[in-house]
């Protein structure tokens, strides 16, 4: 695996030298003039922590949570200020951990988030299903919120078992969601757990648009070294089948696929933290995406709070991008869309996509990964499926070890990723 990750990262990149992250970063963070810029919000609290999750979080506790957003509140500040006007933003998503649990105080991070940038394309937040009540949902509608996603993971009760998960009241969800509408509903699945049919998984799709939901996200079960889970997922084979079996259903069923994982019944309804050409995050384990670097947040809610109130950033490590490099994680969240459009790259880069990566291009096509219609590359079932073969080898290879490192040192010296 590691051999494999290498390599791609040594052709694409043109260089030996590895991705690395220091213990290092900028007071001032350079966002100014950027276009497509988004927000990430991060409330890692959870009252019950899920085994088979990777993500930062910890259990709910009040006093902790009221700490940890006063931080968060003055770590906005510490960023937003650094713009001398306010600074025109596409979206702001929260994520988490449950960011539910923190409702009362929503509503505040929201309006210092205002003070600084303006929101031009909604706001999303992620839901545990338990957190689907009229009442809440009513909440976050009057806070401005216009996306939801909901963490179902499985309807199916053999796989809320495997996963640690109660079941989920269908119809109590289905009543919710019709006395509150959102712009977009989404609820997200997992696939490729053990034994998981495609009978299955059509079952869940089904189940979500019937009950409310205009867009599903359907993402891979995969098994971190970190977490405690038991749970095996499917062989890669497997997947395959699965994944291709799925896509064309929904194409059956005229869904949009606007990205690997994700399909809408409208044309409108669509939910992405994270896949933007730049984004800011805020608090623990949130990650900051511009131009030259890339930079994550501690993990460590106390390390997080200590740093704030020195009025200082609380990043644990950033990556200094080559141009290369950024070309590279630039291609490679834009294909998670199934689309690239080398106009869009040249925008950005201030060269051609074909001088840079013709050859990889015309590999891909020759393969039948993917094909060009107007202009634009688009990804086919076969190259969907190996491009989530390669996230699989990248998650392990980069993410799993990043996170390893992350959640036992608050602030370590260096992480590099080869």
């Known amino acids: 695996m590691n051999l494999k990750t290498d390599l791609a990262r040594i052709w694409l990149t043109r260089s030996l030298k590895p991705f690395v992250f220091k213990n290092e970063y900028d007071e001032n963070l350079r966002f100014h003039g950027i276009d497509e810029l988004g927000l990430y919000v991060h409330i890692p609290f959870c009252k019950?922590?899920?085994?088979?999750?990777?993500?930062?979080?910890?259990?709910?506790?009040?006093?902790?949570?009221d700490r940890y957003i006063d931080a968060l509140i003055s770590e906005i500040h510490i960023v937003g200020r650094q713009s001398p006007n306010k600074r025109k933003v596409t979206s702001l998503y929260f994520g988490g951990g449950t960011p539910a649990l923190a409702i009362d105080r929503l509503g505040e991070i929201i309006l210092e988030i205002r003070k600084h940038f303006e929101i031009t394309e909604g706001m999303g937040i992620e839901l545990h299903p338990d957190n689907v009540k009229v009442s809440v949902l009513r909440k976050l509608k009057e806070l401005g919120f216009t996306k939801i996603c909901i963490g179902v993971q499985s309807f199916l009760p053999k796989y809320q078992e495997i996963l640690g998960r109660k079941a989920v009241d269908k119809d109590a969800l289905a009543y919710v969601l019709e006395q509150v509408p959102f712009d977009t509903v989404s609820m997200d699945f997992i696939f490729a757990l053990p034994d998981q049919t495609f009978d299955d998984l059509k079952s869940d799709i089904d189940d979500a648009f019937a009950l409310g939901a205009n867009h599903v996200a359907v993402y891979p079960f995969i098994d971190f070294t970190f977490t405690p889970s038991g749970v095996e997922g499917a062989a890669n084979k497997e997947k395959r089948k699965l994944l291709d079996r799925l896509t064309m259903y929904c194409k059956e069923k005229g869904y949009k696929r606007d990205s690997i994982w994700t399909f809408s019944n409208s044309e409108d309804a669509h939910y992405s933290?994270?896949?933007r050409d730049n984004f800011l995050g805020f608090g623990v384990s949130a990650t900051t995406l511009?131009?030259?670097q890339f930079k994550i947040n501690t993990f460590d809610i106390d390390a997080y709070c200590k740093r704030v109130d020195e009025k200082k950033l609380p990043t644990a490590l950033t990556l200094r991008f080559t141009q290369r490099q950024r070309m590279v994680y630039y291609l490679f969240w834009t294909a998670y869309s199934t689309n690239v459009d080398p106009e869009r790259f040249r925008k950005f880069f201030g060269v051609p996509l074909k001088k840079k990566y013709g050859f990889e291009l015309m590999i891909a096509r020759f393969l039948g990964f993917c094909k060009l219609q107007n202009g634009i590359y688009k990804m086919t079932l076969k190259g969907a499926f190996y491009y989530h073969y390669f996230e699989n080898f990248y998650t392990l290879a980069y993410i799993d070890k990043m996170w390893s490192v992350l959640r036992k040192e608050p602030f370590p010296k260096k992480i590099e990723l080869k």
Do not use: A, G, I, N
């Open 48 to 65: 019950h922590v899920c085994d088979f999750c990777p993500y930062c979080k910890t259990r709910f506790d009040q006093e902790t949570c």
């Open 290 to 292: 511009l131009k030259d």
């Open 273 to 275: 933290s994270m896949t």
